[in-house]
């Protein structure tokens, strides 16, 4: 985390001052954040620097991504009791929405392992804004794919940019762009998932489909050749509850806007010992 970022959140949570705190004595304190329920911890790095940034000392063994139980200790905290204080909330916001991120993206990549070794579990750029770098860090720190973090990352041409002058010259304008910029399209049909293999971008994404239209488009590409000439992304109200049956259809990666926007706090708490 950047020090303007750090600067910012806390900004934003001080205010003009921690009127609470003015009642507490700064003196040195000892405290410990742990988790209240198995969890794939995240935001190790996001509380470190907000702890760093207020003079307190941090001491973990943990890094994003390990898998903790009930009552784990993630930190001991040594310093100020204003600062630790002050750094509460900041710190279990961010420990308990990014690890419930990672969390729920591992529950899904452990779904999809059953069926496929291969087959990536991506979020997408539905995110909250301000803070999609960590919570795409949380989705790898799950096992996840960050897919892109933003638009400069690949040409997507979607259903509103199909609408505006037609696959076809989509494509052929994409083209034209960076050679270091994959083509992924955004298709609804397996005539138009065919056309765009023939047309030859990277990556098609099924968008909005049920499990047995991918089948069936799977095995159109394939009866013409093409199915290894692309990756093949599914997505579209996709979650942890119907994730099985497009984990079963066989395509590349999953994507799923859910990892984030319905993923679920993990309860952690700050308790002074000293």
Known sequence: MLIKEVESFIEEDLGYDDVSCTIVPDKPAEAIIFTKEDCTVAGIKEAESI?????????????????LKEEEII????????????????????????SGIATLTRACVDTV??????????????????????????VAAGGGDTHRFNLSDSVMIKDNHVKLMGIEAAIEAAKKTSFTRK???????????????????DIIM???MQPEAIQKT????????????VIVEASGGISQENLEGYAKTGVDVISMGSLIHKSRWIDMSLEIIK
Request: glycine share 8%.
């Open 218 to 229: 799977l095995k159109t590409l394939s009866g013409k050749g093409l199915r290894n000439s």
């Open 51 to 67: 702890f760093f940034y207020l003079g307190i000392q941090a001491e973990t063994t943990l890094k994003d991504g390990d898998c």
């Open 183 to 201: 083509i992924e399209v955004e298709v609804e049909s397996a005539e138009h998932a065919v056309l765009a293999a023939e047309l030859g971008v």
């Open 113 to 138: 392992r059953q069926y496929s070794e291969t087959t990536r579990v991506a979020c997408t750029r539905k995110t909250t804004p301000g803070i999609r770098k960590f919570e795409k860090l949380a």
């Open 75 to 98: 930190f001991r905290l040594k310093g100020g009791a204003v600062s630790i204080l002050r750094a509460e909330r900041l710190a279990l916001n961010f420990l308990g929405h990014l």
């Open 206 to 208: 099924l968008d909005n």
